[in-house]
């Protein structure tokens, strides 16, 4: 089992930033893929980015490439979404989850483990 904790998310103005945190514990943090999606409300839970194990392959949204930033900590079991530029559109519930194997990074179906989700609201 790995649990999820996420932590960052609150009311932003257009145009700022956040730091969502995700913090796992359980198994070995570095055999996980770990991907950042999120759900806005009356939406179907979209991808936002992926990072592989040792964080030196990254995946995004297309639409999301050039504001958003993940890394990750290995040594802190933490993974981390930096959003720059934000917008009304970002408002959402943001979940981490963990997959154990590279796949289709993109798709819900992948991860084993989510994490519970915290609330980014940007106002206009």
């Known amino acids: 089992q790995v649990q999820l904790v996420e932590s960052g998310g609150e009311l932003v103005q257009a145009g700022g930033s956040l730091r969502l945190s995700c913090a796992a514990s359980?198994?070995?943090?570095?055999?996980?893929?770990m991907g950042w999606f999120r759900q806005a409300p009356g939406k179907e839970r979209e991808f936002v980015g992926a990072?592989?194990?040792?964080?030196?392959?990254?995946y995004y949204a297309d639409s999301l490439k050039g504001r958003f930033t993940i890394s990750r900590d290995n040594a802190k079991n933490t993974v981390y979404l930096q959003m720059n530029s934000l917008k009304p559109e970002d408002t959402a519930v943001y979940y981490c989850?963990?997959?154990?194997?590279?796949?289709?990074?993109?798709?819900?179906?992948?991860?084993?483990?989510w994490g519970q989700g915290t609330q980014v609201t940007v106002s206009s």
């Open positions: 989850a963990a997959a154990p194997r590279l796949g289709p990074v993109v798709t819900t179906l992948q991860y084993d483990y």
């Open positions: 359980g198994r070995t943090f570095a055999n996980y893929v």
């Open positions: 990072i592989s194990w040792g964080g030196g392959s990254t």
